[in-house]
């Protein structure tokens, strides 16, 4: 089964190699090719999100617990999307969304997208991880941050997404210098708008940061206006054969 090992802070590298965190592709109705593509043996998945409808939806979709089945059937690790909108919807809100993905489609644990960075609002995340982790112990928990969060964060969850955007600000970017007291499987990056003929560049940027779960896109969010996220890149066959043909246990 791939998967991830966890790792305590300031602990060598459990040896896993680079493999895919996929962000939510859109629902398996829009998109059942990339749905049908992740169940295919060989494939190096972390984990997959299902997002729904921005979170679980307003009742069982048949659809995705057909998607989520064939995927828990291949082992993989399914996480349900949270949107936490930068720390401004509720406690309870999120509780309540979290026991509807576990319900309804058996979570192995939850992205936190949009979660906040800074160090007053760390108190609340906490609160809403522990008592995720009070439900299922072995919950696994990723901050969608999207950029370096103040360095207590990641004593909390399981990853941090330290990267999330486009090719053009992700070639130069720097790595925070707290994250070389973690090993590379504590930490995402999520990269749109890059062109195959920078793949094995951006592979090598996810290296020296040190980020072993990546998910890479030719696709853009157009300005603003689109989710690159929702369809598959067009050189996929090409990432998954550098990645290799699975993740270690």
């Not at 996929?22 to 972390?46: K, N």
């Not at 982790?133 to 072995?138: G, L, T, V």
């Amino acid at each position: 089964m791939p998967h991830l090992t966890s790792a305590k802070a300031g602990t060598a590298s459990t040896g896993v190699r680079t493999g895919f965190g996929i962000p939510g592709f859109a629902h398996p109705l829009v998109a059942p090719t990339e749905w049908g593509e992740l169940s295919r043996p060989g494939t190096p998945l972390h984990w997959v999100v299902l997002n729904v409808a921005d979170g679980p939806g307003s009742r069982p979709d048949p659809h995705c617990l057909e998607a989520v089945g064939r995927l828990r059937n291949s082992g993989v690790r399914v996480l349900g999307h949270l949107d936490t909108a930068h720390g401004a919807r509720t406690h309870g809100e999120l509780i309540t969304e979290a026991q509807r993905h576990r319900d309804w489609y058996r979570t192995d644990g939850f992205l936190l997208d949009r979660c906040p960075t800074d160090r007053t609002a760390l108190p609340e995340t906490r609160r809403t991880i522990g008592m995720l982790r009070e439900a299922h112990e072995d919950t696994h928990i990723v901050l969608g941050h999207g950029t370096h969060p103040h360095p207590d964060y990641a004593e909390h969850a399981d990853q941090l997404v330290t990267f999330s955007g486009h090719w053009s600000d992700y070639r130069w970017s720097q790595v925070a210098e707290w994250t070389a007291d973690h090993p590379p499987e504590r930490f995402c990056h999520f990269v749109h708008g890059l062109p195959l003929g920078h793949l094995d560049e951006a592979l090598r940027v996810a290296r020296w940061q040190g980020a072993a779960t990546i998910y890479f896109t030719d696709r853009t969010d157009r300005g603003g206006r689109a989710d690159p996220w929702e369809t598959m890149p067009g050189y996929w066959d090409d990432i998954v054969s550098r990645l290799g043909t699975g993740v270690s246990e």
